[in-house]
Structures are given as C-alpha cells and as structure tokens.
C-alpha cells in the first residue's frame, strides 16, 4: 500500500502523470522552438513534472538507488525552471536558465521512459535483457542527441513575450 492505494494502483498514477509530464512537455518544447510561450501547457507540464518525481519517491526502495538520484535532479531542475519563469519572469539570462532546466528536466522524463519500456514491454526487453546491449545504448544516444540539438535550438529560439508598446492616438482639434 502507498497512500492509501495498492502497489499497481499506485503505479498506474504515476505513470498516467509521468505520461502527462512528457506529452505536455513536448508540446512546451514544440513551442519554444516556435517562440510561443504557451502558458497553460507550461503550467501543466511542470506541475506534472513536479508530481512525477514527488510520486517516484513513494516507491518501496532499499537505499539510494538511480532512479533516486533521477528524481533529486529533476527536482533541482525544476525549482530553477519555476524560479526562471515565474518570480524572474525569464529576464536576460533567465530565459535561457529555464529553457535549459526545463528541457533537462523533460529529458531525464523521457530518459526514464526509455529505461522503462525496456524493462516492461517484452519486445523491447527481448532485444536487450541487461540494458546494456546495443539496442537499448542506440535508444538513449538517440535520445540524448535529439534532446541536446532541440534544447540548443529552442534556447536560441525562445523569447519572452515581446513588451507591447501602446501608443495613443489623438485627435486633431
């Protein structure tokens, strides 16, 4: 039991919001990189986030373990993307800080989601029983690469809402 719910139940939550957290992350991503701030996507994805990892730690665990350690960083991660974003509103280097941590955090997401499906889906763990096989290695160097080119671009690309300028017009007497 956690939480009042049996262990699959449990699970099943924590899956269902770490899916959540990666859909809604992809979405942030997608559009940073075409400047579009998408706040409420935002809001979901890093409260998702934040409840993937509070989730991961109600799991039964003997010690430090590396999903443990995951789950720290992200943490740390997403205290700077929150602080980025909301209370330093992305000003000057902010904007590139939270874009950064952000999408470091949407990575360790899907880097968890790779290790997952390869323990979980017997295909997948068929081709790669240890996870130190070439298939399951191809998989995480794809990801991080894709996750490293992406979160350069979108630091590139991603601006903050542009400052509206209101002028009033007048009229001739």
Avoid: D
């Amino acid at each position: 039991m956690v939480l009042g719910m049996s262990l699959a139940t449990y699970t099943a939550v924590h899956v269902t919001i770490s899916l959540v957290a990666i859909l809604s992350g992809l979405v942030v991503l997608y559009g940073m990189l075409k400047a579009n701030s998408l706040n409420r996507t935002t809001a979901l994805f890093l409260t998702t986030t934040v409840l993937t990892s509070v989730t991961g730690f109600g799991f039964p665990f003997m010690g430090i373990t590396p999903a443990i350690k995951v789950g720290i960083i992200s943490l740390v991660l997403l205290a700077v993307a929150v602080i980025a974003r909301y209370p330093l509103r992305m000003a000057g280097i902010w904007r590139k800080t939270y874009v950064i941590s952000a999408l470091t955090a949407l990575y360790l997401n899907v880097f968890v989601l790779v290790v997952q499906s390869f323990e979980k889906v017997p295909a997948l763990k068929a081709t790669a029983p240890t996870q130190k096989e070439a298939p399951f290695v191809a998989a995480q160097v794809a990801v991080f690469a894709a996750f490293v080119v992406l979160t350069y671009l979108a630091a590139k690309r991603f601006r903050a809402e542009p400052l509206t300028i209101v002028k009033s017009v007048g009229k001739a007497a």
